[in-house]
């Protein structure tokens, strides 16, 4: 695809999330993605659409599957890959966030991969920088490679995403994952589905075109996907619910609540997974019902895509500006 019709079809300079994005847009990232699934099931991974690209992973959090996704993808197309922990950056001598982005900036990367534990921090640093920046996930407000990567996990098992009762299970609050999840299938035609103890629900999740429950076996009823999500208890200050036990048995994914769900409905789950938690383990290894290690795989090939297509749009407007100049 040529770099003007790559802009066409993904005309934004970033992504900082799924709300906003048309199913358009969010449709030719996955097709994009699918591209790349058989290329990094081969012997040779390696392609060289990034090559001479530099791709810096500014990581505010700690993330060991989704920065090692974002690593592998660019150095699969060839990309100068760096990762910057903020263990080891100025930050930690004082500096802000917006000297670190002017300092990075005067580096002249093409794409910056950012995680922040504040919402908006990461739109924030891309008003700063003169290259793309993809939101590795920030704070409680977006994950949108994560939300991609679940719609291309979703597509190659059931086809399509449209119709598809989905229910999004656990800690919606304090979730990322779930708000981008949300904005996707909704835009993409799902009926989606919250299921969740009233502490870890947002007061206005009624508000996201979503279904509320607060039981599972109601919740899970003929449904077609089940989304578990991780209890961040790192995220809450104060008691969210009774006990981990007592959370496990009311709101724990086991075989006893996933049976009202339909005969063939998958299951998923971001990671990392706390299992006995929020899913038992033999659900969890369920090689016919889960998902979970395909969401991993997906992962990579979507983060290639989302690399290439902003990098595309990144030469398209140079060129642009250059002409302009003229």
Known sequence: MSSLAASASYPHRHLLGIEGLSAAEITHLIDRSELFVSQNQGADKKGGSLRGRTIINLFFENSTRTRTSFELAGKRLGGDVINMSV?????????????????????????????????????????????????????????????????????????????????????????????????????????????????????????????VFHDMKRGLADTDIVMMLRLQTERMAGSFVPSIREYYHFFGLDYAKLAVAKPDALIMHPGP?????????????????????????????????????LAENLTTRNAAAVEAGR
């Not at 033999?282 to 992962?299: F, H, K, P, W, Y």
């Not at 990579?300 to 290439?308: H, N, Q, T």
């Open 87 to 211: 263990e080891y950056s100025s930050m930690k001598k004082g500096e802000t966030l917006i000297d670190t982005a002017m300092t990075l900036n005067a580096m002249n990367p093409d794409v910056l991969c950012v995680r922040h534990p504040e919402s908006g921090a990461v739109k924030l640093l891309s008003d700063k920088v003169n290259c793309a920046v993809i939101n590795a996930g920030d704070g409680t407000h977006e994950h949108p490679t994560q939300a991609l990567l679940d719609a291309l996990t979703i597509r190659r098992r059931k086809g399509s995403l449209r119709g598809l009762v989905v229910a999004i299970c656990g800690d919606v609050l304090h979730s990322r994952v779930a708000r981008s999840n949300i904005a996707l299938l909704n835009t993409m035609g799902a009926r989606v589905r919250v299921v969740a103890p009233r502490t870890l629900l947002p007061t206005a999740i009624d508000r996201l075109g979503v279904e």
């Open 273 to 309: 997974m706390n299992r006995g938690v929020e899913i038992d383990s033999e659900v969890a290894d369920d090689i016919d019902r889960s998902l979970i290690r395909q969401q991993v795989e997906m992962g990579v090939a979507v983060r290639m895509a989302c690399l290439e297509v």
